[in-house]
């Protein structure tokens, strides 16, 4: 009963931009973190960045000062702007938030289905 949708995903050359966005819905009483992982092939999902709800911000190393995480919490979503992009830059970006529901006491992970970038040199 809860959904998080992704997009904003594609194909860019490298030195540009792309904004993702992820809206979560359904029967929500609250959201605390919101986060964007990513993943290639053979490796393990890693860490992008991540932003609490009083908006706190964590960012992996290897995206520090291209990367801004933000969101809206009037509609749910959070946003991964993307600039400076890279080749290593590609993979799959998901989107996690902790979302607690009504009648709920604990807040449970929510992970979206997943958006391809894909950094062209």
């Known amino acids: 009963q809860v959904q998080l949708v992704e997009s904003g995903g594609g194909l860019v050359q490298a030195g540009g931009s792309l904004r993702l966005s992820c809206a979560a819905s359904?029967?929500?009483?609250?959201?605390?973190?919101m986060g964007w992982y990513r993943q290639v092939p053979g490796k393990q999902r890693e860490l992008v960045a991540v932003?609490?709800?009083?908006?706190?911000?964590n960012y992996a190393d290897s995206v520090k000062g291209r990367f801004t995480i933000s969101r809206d919490n009037a509609k749910n979503t959070a946003y991964l702007q993307m600039n400076s992009l890279k080749p290593e830059d590609t993979a799959v970006y998901y989107c996690?938030?902790?979302?607690?529901?009504?009648?709920?006491?604990?807040?449970?992970?929510?992970w979206g289905q997943g958006t391809q970038v894909t950094v062209s040199s």
């Open positions: 996690k938030a902790e979302i607690r529901r009504p009648y709920y006491l604990q807040s449970v992970d929510y």
């Open positions: 359904g029967s929500i009483f609250s959201i605390n973190d």
């Open positions: 932003i609490t709800s009083g908006a706190g911000t």
